[in-house]
Structure formats: C-alpha cells, structure tokens
C-alpha cells in the first residue's frame, strides 16, 4: 500500500488515495497500527482520499484510536494539496465530499504546487442535540463546567486562570470551548479525557482551552477525540472563532494560535459559513507492507 505523511500545522495523518490502488479492507485497524510512532508510520490518524460521485473527491478520516470521525479541518486542507498536486484535479476550487457534506476549497498555488488553502467549514451546528449534548441551552454559551474529579491536580484551575464556563459548537464533528488566563498551565493530559468521555457528550468531544488576547487573536490547546493532545485542530479552531462571537470574547475575524502554527479564522455573519485559511505540507511518500 503507497501512502503521503502529510501534516497541517503537526496535525499529521497518513494519507492513502483509492485512486490507483485498493481500499484497505479494515481502514481503521490500520489507522491504529499506522499512527502509532514508535512501530507504525506515526501520524494522529489515517485519511482515505477516494474518488466521490459528487465531488472532486472523497476523505475519510481515522482516528489514532481507529474511531472514523466526521471532519478534519487541517486534513481537508492536505486532501486539496494531494488532489491538486497528483492531478487528480488541476483546479484551484475543488469541492471535496466529507462527513459533513461537500465543501469548497480555494487553492494558493506556487510553483505548480499548492502551498495554503482556505476552506468553507460550512455553517456551525449549535443545536445542543445535534453537537450532540445534553448539556442546557440552544446555543450551548457559557453554561457552567462539568464537575471534575478531585483526584486532578489541587489548584490547576487557579493557576491557568479558569473560567468554569463551556460553549459546544459543532463543525460536523462535537467541539467544547473552555477559556483561561494561560493556556499552558492547562493539564490538557488529565482534564482532556475526563471531558472527552463525559456522560453530556454521547458522541465524545473534542476539548479546547483558549486564551484570548485581543478581539482578533487567542491562543488554542487542543484534545482530540481519539487522538489525544495533538498540535492543531483545524475544525476545532472554527469551534474556538464561532464560540468568541458568541460568548463576546473575540470578533468575527480571529487569528488563531496552535501549537503547530497559525490559522486565519473569519465568521462573517451568524447564519453563514466559517472560512479557514493555513499551510497544507507534504512530509515523504512510503509503502506500508500490511495493508489489512
């Protein structure tokens, strides 16, 4: 099986396009056999690129944990470059099928090759039911956290600056949206899986803490449903710019700060979609043995 290492912001995936070669007959035993960086490739994941009876092309995303998830924002981006660059389709508006339906990208393209992509996230999902939570409120904006388990570190939460609040915002995949006065004093290790797993997400959810330093920038840490802490969340920064128009934090343009990189964030009116703009990077090309 021939596969692409390619990363958004670190957020790295092994990708394996259908187009020339078979599916894998159990893409998400092999996503967990893959991600795993000490006898796999090592990536947060796999993303299937097949071909689509209603777009350019298709992505299916794996988890690290093998679990399939909806949407990846930084992944999306990857999936335009390889379609682009492999000439799957030479055009710099594709339109690529997810879980969440089918989006347009637009492609910055240099020297042949495309170099960032900005991305219609489509519209945010704040219907509590549909994120889904049972959490109160629709939208779900500032209602209190959940109660953590003593057993975390004393005084974490003093000294990160919580605010004990949540929004969920949905981006075809669930997201939480917590804020802080220093994102790095979060131990994103122990509270990201105790959020994750709690009982008001039936689906599980993505986890983001997020300091705000002015209306039109915030710093982001991210726990990944499946994957665990991981340097960028594409939809999750979507998540984080809709839930600063909605709780009165951030503006409708953000520039959003990842471990992994930047991310341009614009939503410009409340019923509309979301725009993403960052990098799509191509790490090297292999052959996995196994492809079960």
């Given at each position: 099986m021939r596969f692409t290492k390619m990363h958004g912001l670190g957020n790295d995936y092994v990708y394996v396009s259908t187009f020339d070669q078979p599916t894998p007959a159990d893409p998400a035993a092999l996503s967990v056999r893959v991600a795993d960086r000490h006898f796999g490739v090592g990536s947060d994941g796999l993303i299937l690129i097949t071909p689509s009876a209603v777009a350019d092309a298709r992505m299916r995303m794996f988890n690290a944990d093998g679990s399939e998830s909806e949407m990846c924002g930084n992944g999306l981006r990857c999936v335009a470059k390889y379609v682009h660059d492999r000439g799957i389709a030479v055009k710099s508006r594709l339109t690529l099928e997810t879980g969440r339906g089918v989006l347009?990208?637009?492609?910055?393209?240099?020297?042949?090759?495309?170099?960032?992509?900005?991305?219609?996230?489509?519209?945010?999902?704040?219907?509590?039911?549909?994120?889904p939570t049972t959490l109160p409120g629709d939208p779900v904006v500032d209602v209190p956290?959940?109660?953590?388990?003593?057993?975390?570190?004393?005084?974490?939460a003093g000294a990160?600056?919580?605010?004990?609040?949540?929004?969920?915002?949905?981006?075809?995949?669930?997201?939480?949206?917590?804020?802080?006065?220093d994102v790095a004093k979060v131990p994103l290790e122990l509270v990201g899986p105790?959020?994750?797993?709690?009982?008001?997400?039936?689906?599980r959810i993505n986890v983001h803490f997020v300091q705000v330093h002015?209306?039109?920038?915030?710093?982001?840490?991210?726990?990944?449903r499946g994957s665990g802490v991981t340097l960028a969340c594409g939809t999750g920064a979507c998540a984080v710019a809709v839930a600063g128009v909605l709780t009165g934090r951030t503006g409708r343009t953000l520039l959003a700060h990842l471990p992994g990189g930047?991310?341009?964030?614009?939503?410009?009116?409340?019923?509309?979609?979301?725009?993403?703009?960052?990098?799509?990077?191509?790490?090297?090309?292999?052959?996995w043995g196994d492809a079960r």
């Amino acid at each position: 099986m021939r596969f692409t290492k390619m990363h958004g912001l670190g957020n790295d995936y092994v990708y394996v396009s259908t187009f020339d070669q078979p599916t894998p007959a159990d893409p998400a035993a092999l996503s967990v056999r893959v991600a795993d960086r000490h006898f796999g490739v090592g990536s947060d994941g796999l993303i299937l690129i097949t071909p689509s009876a209603v777009a350019d092309a298709r992505m299916r995303m794996f988890n690290a944990d093998g679990s399939e998830s909806e949407m990846c924002g930084n992944g999306l981006r990857c999936v335009a470059k390889y379609v682009h660059d492999r000439g799957i389709a030479v055009k710099s508006r594709l339109t690529l099928e997810t879980g969440r339906g089918v989006l347009t990208v637009d492609l910055e393209v240099v020297a042949g090759k495309a170099e960032r992509v900005r991305v219609n996230m489509g519209t945010p999902i704040l219907d509590a039911a549909r994120i889904p939570t049972t959490l109160p409120g629709d939208p779900v904006v500032d209602v209190p956290l959940i109660e953590l388990p003593a057993s975390l570190p004393a005084g974490w939460a003093g000294a990160c600056g919580l605010d004990p609040r949540m929004t969920c915002v949905s981006m075809g995949n669930p997201h939480v949206v917590i804020y802080c006065a220093d994102v790095a004093k979060v131990p994103l290790e122990l509270v990201g899986p105790i959020l994750e797993n709690a009982s008001v997400f039936p689906k599980r959810i993505n986890v983001h803490f997020v300091q705000v330093h002015a209306p039109g920038e915030a710093t982001m840490r991210t726990w990944e449903r499946g994957s665990g802490v991981t340097l960028a969340c594409g939809t999750g920064a979507c998540a984080v710019a809709v839930a600063g128009v909605l709780t009165g934090r951030t503006g409708r343009t953000l520039l959003a700060h990842l471990p992994g990189g930047d991310l341009e964030l614009a939503w410009p009116d409340d019923s509309g979609a979301v725009f993403m703009t960052g990098p799509a990077t191509e790490v090297f090309t292999g052959t996995w043995g196994d492809a079960r």
